[in-house]
């Protein structure tokens, strides 16, 4: 068993206090618990139900490369900073599938509350989404992107939301929509709880 899950790849800094100290535990045990449940797969599968697990650590892979091409370390990550990261990585990286050439290429941005066993969290994300041709019953779609965790405290009032970008051409609007968003007007320079460079997308 590799020592990450798939879906957490850096952890959580700057946690102050025993509640936050918790929170990270937490996701980190309910994370590894999700990936312990699940077949082992490996990266480099051929089959036609393991290749959309390969697809999504490939993709992964090209984002980990980009960041560590501009010098980018997840755990310094805020809201505003990880916005121009992705938006960089799908402006000027196009997608490099392991099936072959992608029939799309697309950002999703979404936030809301989160909770499994006993962690909790209010989760921002914004992820890339490669589709691709796939084999009857596979997924088509792969995602790799960055999720942050903020302290779920007095976040109530603020609705999942999520939008998206599906080419290059949209991504100024699509930009204002995630500066005019709610959520991101609270978050934008705000110190996350934890960081995830994340494949598939945090549960």
């Known amino acids: 068993m590799p020592p990450f899950s798939p879906y957490v790849l850096a952890a959580s800094r700057r946690v ?15 994370s590894l618990s999700a990936f312990a449940a699940g077949p082992a797969q490996s990266a480099d599968s051929k089959g036609a139900e ?17 960041m560590r091409q501009q010098g980018v370390e997840a755990d310094r990550l805020n809201a505003e900073t990880m916005v121009g990261l992705m938006i960089d990585w799908f402006r000027f990286a196009p997608a490099d599938p392991v099936g072959g050439a992608a029939t799309g290429d697309a950002l999703v941005y979404r936030y809301g509350g989160w909770s499994e066993g ?7 994300s914004l992820l890339r989404r490669v589709t691709e041709p796939s084999a009857i019953g596979a997924d088509p779609d792969q995602f790799a992107g960055i999720t942050l965790m903020f302290d779920p405290g007095g976040h109530a009032d603020l609705m999942p939301f999520t939008a998206v970008a599906t080419d290059r051409k949209s991504l100024e609007d699509f930009l204002q929509a995630i500066r005019s968003s709610p959520a991101f007007k609270e978050f934008a320079v705000m110190t996350p709880m934890a960081v995830l460079v994340e494949s598939g997308g945090v549960r």
Not at 50 to 66: R, Y
């Open 16 to 30: 102050s206090g025993k509640m936050k100290r918790l929170a990270g535990a937490c996701l980190l045990i309910a």
């Open 50 to 66: 393991e290749m959309p697990v390969a697809a999504s650590h490939a993709l992964l892979a090209e984002l980990q490369s980009f």
């Open 118 to 124: 006993c962690a909790t969290a209010f989760k921002l």
